[in-house]
């Protein structure tokens, strides 16, 4: 073997490496993980009602839509998000939808019991 063949053996082993490389990188480049929960504008929705601008059966529509598309995507929901729907139907005096709410909330986000607690004991009196 001549010194030529070895080296343009050593060239193409070095470019079909870059090439594998290459092709692998792009590969996992291409896939995204997917979000942990199904916002599906869930946060603008909250800001819109803080700063005034929905009532709160405005709001209790557009968060029961936002719950059914999340289920249809098998999308998680968010942390809060039961909490703040229980919180709108108190508001709107359905206590027995606020209380359904609290306790999923309760049982998504087992952190948040001692709150969801203090606020079904709120929510009795």
Same mark, same amino acid.
């Given at each position: 073997?001549?010194?030529? +063949?070895?080296? @343009?053996?050593?060239?193409?082993?070095?470019?079909?490496? /870059? #090439?594998?490389?290459? =092709?692998?990188?792009? *590969?996992?480049?291409?896939?995204?993980?997917?979000?942990?929960?199904?916002?599906?504008?869930?946060?603008?929705?909250?800001?819109?009602?803080?700063?005034?601008?929905?009532?709160?059966? +405005?709001?209790? @529509?557009?968060?029961?839509?936002?719950?059914?598309?999340? /289920? #249809?995507?098998?999308? =998680?929901?968010?942390? *809060?998000?039961?909490?703040?729907?229980g919180a709108l139907y108190?508001?709107?005096?359905?206590r027995d939808d606020a209380?359904?709410?609290?306790?999923?909330?309760?049982?998504?986000?087992?952190?948040?019991?001692a709150y969801m607690d203090?606020?079904?004991?709120?929510?009795?009196?």
């Amino acid at each position: 073997m001549n010194h030529t +063949t070895t080296r @343009a053996r050593s060239v193409a082993l070095a470019c079909a490496a /870059a #090439a594998a490389a290459s =092709a692998l990188l792009s *590969g996992c480049a291409t896939q995204t993980t997917p979000p942990l929960y199904g916002w599906d504008g869930y946060q603008p929705q909250v800001y819109d009602y803080l700063q005034g601008k929905s009532s709160p059966q +405005t709001q209790i @529509a557009a968060l029961e839509q936002s719950l059914q598309k999340m /289920a #249809a995507k098998g999308e =998680a929901v968010p942390p *809060g998000f039961h909490a703040h729907l229980g919180a709108l139907y108190a508001s709107a005096g359905k206590r027995d939808d606020a209380q359904r709410e609290l306790l999923a909330e309760k049982s998504a986000f087992p952190e948040s019991s001692a709150y969801m607690d203090f606020l079904l004991t709120n929510l009795k009196k």
